[in-house]
C-alpha cells in the first residue's frame, strides 16, 4: 500500500489529508499527517480571541476528532531527504525517527517574520498561535489591572500602552480589536481613563493593508485615529529593548504590550533542511498543478501547497506573480493538492490550480470593519457583519460553526470574556508556593524593626508541608510563639 506523508497540519494539510481520506478507495493508499500541535489552528480568529470576543479552543479544530483514517504523529519534521523517500521526525518526547513515504505532501506553513531589532525576542509576541492570542490579552488585562493600582507616572503610562507593528491584515485587525477591548475595559476600571490609553500601529511602508486599493486603506487610517489609535506610516522599529520602542522616525516611547505581525517567513524546516527546490524567499517551488518543481524539470512524488509554496498565480495579470498567503488559497489548494495526488496515483489527468480572490475583509473591533470586493467597498457596521458570516461559513467542520455562532450570540447579551488567565503559563507555581512559608505567608516586622514569624493557621503550628506531628490539647496554652518549619 502507497504511504502519503503529509508535512503539517494547517489549512492546506488538513484540508488536502481530509480530502485524501474522503475519496481514497480501501487498501489504495495510508496517510500520515505529522504536525507538533495536534489540531488546526483557524487564523483569522485569533484577534477576536486576543480582545475575549471568540474562546480560543473554538479557533482549534482537533485533527484526531476529524481525520479518522488518517495516521496522527505528534512532532516536528526536521528534515526531509526525498532523493530516499525519508523525513526525519522528532515526536513529543524528544526521540527522533525516520518516517518512510512514498508520496511527499508539504504544507508545514510559515512563521512569523523577525528582524535583528534589538529588545525584540524579549519584549515582542506574534499572533500565529492560539496560545499567543491568549498572552496578548491577558497582558492587556494585567496591564489594566497593574495601572488601577499605580499613581500617574512613567510606569503607569507604560501598562496602558499597546505597540503593534505590521500593517497586514493581522497587524490591523488585532490593533482594532484590543481598542475596541480597551474601551469596553473602561467602564470595568473606573480608575483608567480614556485619555490615558495608548495605542501605537507601526508600518514600514506608507500604506496599511496593501491587500485593498488606496481608498479603503486611508480610510482604516482616519478610523483607527479616530477611535484613539496612533498610525505611524513608513516607520520601522529600530529597537525595543525593555519595552522601550524606537522608530526610525524619530519617535519613541514605553511600550507594556509589543505584538508583532510584520509579514511570513518560509518555515524554516523547508528553506533549510530539505532537498526539495526552494526560491530565494525559501518557499518551495511548484508548478500550477502544485506538484514540486517547474514545468520542466518536476520533482515525482512531491507536491506543495500553502504559505510554504510559491505557487504561481494564474488569474493575476502580472508575470510571474505568486498566489497571496491567506485562508482563501491554502484551503482550496489543500483540496485540489489531494485531488491532484490522487489522480496521479491512478495514471489520470491533473488540474492547474486558479483561483479568483471572493474579496477581502477585515474586523476592526465590534461593530467596525472594511469589505472589498473589486470595486465593491463596503465600511462600519456591514462590513463587520459580512466578516462574521464569512468567517462562520468558512471555518471549518458544523461543530465548530455552531461553537462560534452561539458565541457571538452570547457576547452581544453579555459582552466579551474580560477574565485574565496569566497563571495558565505557570501552573505548578501556586502549588510551589505552598511549600514555601515565607512566599504563602510574607513574614511580619516587629516593633523593633526585626522580622518576626507571621501566624500561621494550622492547628500544629507548623506549616502543612512540614508533615504529620503531635499536637497539644486544645486547651493547652502555647509556651513559645509558633514558628514555621520547612518541609526536608
Not at 459580512?386 to 467542520?397: D, E, F, K, N, S
Request: proline residues 6%.
Amino acid at each position: 500500500m502507497r504511504q502519503i506523508l503529509v508535512v503539517g497540519g494547517g489549512y492546506a494539510g488538513f484540508y488536502a489529508a481530509w480530502r485524501l481520506e474522503k475519496r481514497l478507495r480501501r487498501g489504495e493508499a495510508e496517510v500520515t499527517l505529522v504536525d507538533p500541535r495536534g489540531f488546526m489552528t483557524y487564523q483569522p480568529f485569533l484577534p477576536e480571541v486576543a480582545a475575549g470576543s471568540v474562546e480560543a479552543r473554538h479557533v482549534a479544530v482537533s485533527l484526531r476528532a476529524h481525520l479518522r483514517r488518517t495516521r496522527l504523529v505528534t512532532g516536528h519534521v526536521t528534515a526531509v531527504d526525498h532523493a530516499h523517500r525519508t523525513a526525519t521526525v522528532r515526536t513529543v518526547d524528544g526521540r527522533e525517527r525516520d518516517l518512510g513515504y512514498d508520496v511527499l505532501v508539504v504544507t508545514a506553513g510559515a512563521v512569523t517574520r523577525t528582524f535583528p531589532v534589538p529588545g525584540l525576542s524579549d519584549a515582542g509576541i506574534g499572533l500565529k498561535h492560539v496560545e499567543e492570542a491568549v498572552a496578548v490579552r491577558d497582558r492587556v488585562l494585567t496591564g489594566f489591572d497593574a495601572a488601577a493600582n499605580l499613581p500617574p507616572g512613567a510606569e503607569r503610562a507604560q501598562h496602558l500602552t499597546v505597540t503593534v507593528v505590521g500593517g497586514g491584515f493581522t497587524g490591523v485587525e488585532v490593533f482594532g480589536e484590543l481598542l475596541a477591548l480597551s474601551r469596553d475595559l473602561l467602564r470595568r476600571y473606573p480608575e483608567v481613563v480614556a485619555d490615558e490609553l495608548r495605542f501605537h500601529l507601526v508600518e514600514a511602508r506608507d500604506r496599511i493593508l496593501p491587500e485593498v486599493t488606496d481608498g479603503p486603506g486611508r480610510w482604516v487610517v482616519r478610523h483607527l485615529t479616530r477611535r484613539g489609535g496612533l498610525v505611524h506610516l513608513g516607520a520601522q522599529v529600530l529597537s525595543a529593548t525593555d519595552g522601550h520602542v524606537v522608530l526610525s522616525t524619530g519617535e519613541e516611547w514605553d511600550t507594556g504590550l509589543l505584538v508583532w505581525t510584520a509579514g511570513n517567513a518560509s518555515h524554516p524546516v523547508v528553506a533549510n533542511h530539505t532537498d526539495l527546490p526552494v526560491d530565494g524567499r525559501g518557499l518551495v517551488v511548484v508548478r500550477s498543478d502544485l506538484r514540486v518543481g517547474t514545468e520542466d524539470a518536476p520533482v515525482p512524488d512531491a507536491w506543495a501547497a500553502g504559505d510554504n509554496a510559491a505557487v504561481p498565480d494564474l488569474a493575476s495579470d502580472v508575470p510571474g506573480a505568486l498566489t497571496v498567503p491567506n485562508a482563501q488559497h491554502a484551503v482550496r489548494q489543500g483540496r485540489l493538492l489531494a485531488d491532484n495526488v490522487l489522480a496521479d496515483l491512478r495514471g489520470g489527468r491533473v488540474r492547474r490550480y486558479r483561483h479568483a480572490s471572493l474579496g477581502v475583509v477585515a474586523t476592526l473591533g465590534r461593530h467596525h470593519g472594511v469589505f472589498q470586493y473589486r470595486r465593491l467597498v463596503l465600511t462600519g457596521w456591514l462590513a463587520w457583519a459580512v466578516h462574521r458570516a464569512y468567517h462562520v461559513l468558512a471555518v471549518p467542520t458544523w461543530e465548530r460553526k455552531v461553537r462560534v455562532a452561539l458565541l457571538w450570540a452570547s457576547a452581544a447579551v453579555f459582552g466579551r470574556d474580560v477574565v485574565s488567565l496569566p497563571g495558565v503559563g505557570r501552573p505548578r507555581a501556586a502549588f510551589v508556593a505552598g511549600g514555601d512559608p515565607d512566599v504563602l505567608v510574607p513574614r511580619r516586622l516587629a516593633a523593633d524593626g526585626r522580622q518576626r514569624p507571621a501566624l500561621v493557621t494550622s492547628s500544629s503550628g507548623r506549616h502543612p508541608s512540614a508533615g504529620p506531628t503531635t499536637t497539644a490539647p486544645p486547651t493547652a496554652p502555647p509556651t513559645a510563639p509558633p514558628t514555621h518549619r520547612r518541609s526536608a
